[in-house]
């Protein structure tokens, strides 16, 4: 039935398109994507990297229906007025935006609180209570009425549940909110990259390419699940692709193996971009509005990539191994994840998604969200600068900036 939920005839998106690999590009991976669909603004491209043709498939497929329910799930709303104090997390409780931005009369949005704005309910995934937050961050844009607040795709997760349940989406939805909020206030901030060996077998195939990789380790201190990225590029028929992938897993080794896999599809996707999309793609970092324009910014800007805070300032990095390993089982891990993590402020709630139609495809799509991660912005008009974004202390105790804030160059990940 998943499957069957893409195609032209009667799905619930368009039909996935596999990305025909190149000589350039890493050998042994698959790239799907299932195209944006224009009369749908929620529906950009979604895709999928994997070591088999099935992988890659279902995750891209399992993605775009994650923002389909998103978009359409229906959820019950209340106006700001209707709620008490105690049970809502109004704007002001979220790393959102700084009151500077909001001051500015040019800013894309919202700034002034009403009676009648929409909230829609979560729960704390700590101890279940109820919470009440914008109707923005729940789904994909508003459930009803206009949008006052950007939506983000970043904690949606999907799962079947012959696949380890909703604890390992709502698992992968935390990870994934962890890894946003690491890249965005390294790259906000300025800081060097902390550099980590790469196995010697992948530097191999990069150098055999004319590339060049680097891993970095990112994770926050009080984070028990570790962040890497690798970013580097591979050129494509001479001309430079330069990209990033990252992932927060239990371990560091399989945080490396998934952000070796994002960072690959990341060169197939810039390439795929140029190609296909170059004369309409922005080159300057002002212009960018979407995460597909950053994924790609740096492929048609490379005399930028090696000014870049990350790579211009990256160190050799030993990290240390501050907690006890994560146990097997997903549910143990996705509860030890949230105990430390609200051991150190760290707040977690979730919202199921599933629409009835995604249900008979055979998924579940959950939402996390947590009001003190800062998430990762697509539109440089508006980065998300609110809350802790520059508590670089909080994270990496002592790690020097290099650029003003927020950093004038765009983060490169799509």
């Known amino acids: 039935m998943l499957t069957s939920a893409a195609s032209l005839r009667c799905g619930l ?220 590029g591979i050129p494509r028929r001479g001309e430079p692709r330069h990209c990033l992938g990252i992932a927060c897993r239990a371990t560091r080794d399989e945080a490396l193996q998934k952000a070796w896999l994002e960072w690959g599809q990341a060169l197939t996707f810039a390439g795929f971009l140029k190609r296909t999309r170059d004369a309409e793609l922005p080159r300057h970092a002002a212009q960018l509005r979407r995460f597909d324009e950053h994924a790609v910014f740096y492929t048609l800007r490379p005399d930028l990539w090696s000014r870049t805070a990350l790579i211009a300032h990256r160190e050799p990095f030993v990290p240390v191994e501050r907690f006890a390993p994560a146990p097997a089982a997903a549910i143990d891990q996705l509860d030890q994840l949230v105990h430390q993590l609200a051991n150190s402020g760290v707040d977690l709630y979730y919202r199921e998604l599933t629409t009835r139609d995604v249900a008979a495809a055979g998924l579940h799509v959950i939402r996390v969200l947590s009001p003190q991660l800062t998430g990762l912005h697509a539109d440089e008009r508006a980065p998300f600068l609110g809350g802790r974004c520059k508590d670089v202390r909080w994270r990496y105790g002592n790690a020097p900036r290099f650029t003003a804030f927020p950093n004038p160059l765009p983060h490169p990940l799509g």
Not at 60 to 67: F, N
Not at 143 to 170: H, I, K, Q, Y
């Open 13 to 232: 998106l368009l039909e996935p398109q596999f990305v025909a690999a190149e000589a350039c590009d890493l050998p042994g991976l698959f790239n799907v994507a299932v195209p944006e669909d224009p009369s749908n603004p929620w529906q950009t491209v979604s895709g999928a990297v994997g070591v088999t043709r099935e992988s890659a498939l279902i995750g891209a497929i399992a993605e775009g229906l994650e923002r389909y329910a998103a978009a359409f799930v229906a959820a019950r709303t209340l106006p700001r007025s209707e709620i008490p104090a105690t049970e809502r997390l109004d704007e002001g409780s979220f790393a959102c935006f700084a009151d500077e931005q909001l001051g500015r009369p040019d800013f894309p949005w919202a700034t002034q609180a009403q009676a009648e704005d929409l909230f829609a309910e979560v729960f704390s995934l700590l101890d279940n209570r109820s919470r009440w937050v914008p109707q923005e961050w729940v789904g994909l844009g508003p459930r009803t009425g206009t949008a006052r607040l950007p939506s983000t795709s970043s904690g949606l997760a999907a799962f079947r549940p012959v696949e380890g349940g909703p604890w390992m989406a709502m698992l992968r939805a935390t990870e994934e909110l962890l890894e946003r909020d690491a890249l965005a206030t390294t790259w906000l901030n300025g800081l060097g990259g902390r550099e980590i060996p790469l196995p010697a077998a992948w530097r191999e195939q990069v150098q055999a390419r004319g590339g060049e990789a680097y891993a970095f380790d990112m994770t926050q201190e009080w984070n028990p699940h570790p962040v890497v990225a690798v970013a580097g």
